[in-house]
């Protein structure tokens, strides 16, 4: 794999609707005719416009990227297109531009699938490490949650929406003083429900029910409680 700094285009790309062939004009005398691969998007306006070296010649495909707005300017990381220079003395096969950090324009080139399913696996680990922080930081919420509400007899007040989507639900539990009890009488034709007010609530939940559809349906009857409760605008 090799860097190499991509130069922006100059004109928008447009879809293509299927392979094209166009006359490029060279910049020493003649002109070449190519035909566009399937994937290419490329806008060879330009190209055609001023002329070309052979050499410089370059297909492109839409992006792939992970696009957010920061401040109202809009920023994208893990670009990714397929791209050709079918005409480079060194390597003119098709690869994959990959640009970390789209406002650098600086690539990693993948070669071939391996050299992708490289970077595939080194993102796949960063996202695995990025799920592991978002647990740390509901961890980290509910301790300050907890702190400051240190000797408060009403802490459920102070949560709002986000934090029952969000904090864990051990956290959540304690918080309203909920306690679970396993048992075949829900006391309604469901499999879990919530019963009382905050401070002494009761959570009925069938024997076996999953770890994860326990928290799911604690969650979605404590959410339930708030938009019965307090709801409205509050976030």
Known sequence: MTNKTIAPQTTEQAPAVEPRTITYPLKTGGSLTSTCPPWCTYDHTDDVARGIDPDNLFHQGDKIAAEYSVDGVEMSILEARIAQWPFDPDDGTPHIELVPEGRTAVGVYCRNRIE???????????????????????EAQAADHARNHRGDLTPWLS???????SLPIAYLLRAFGVTVVETEDIGCKAVSALYGDPGAMELRIKPDMSQYMREDRARHHLLDWYEAQIGGDRV
């Open 159 to 165: 949560l709002s929406r986000i934090d029952l989507q």
């Open 116 to 138: 992708l399913d490289d970077e595939i696996r080194r993102v796949r680990a960063h996202l695995g490490a990025l799920i592991e922080l978002g647990g740390q930081l509901g």
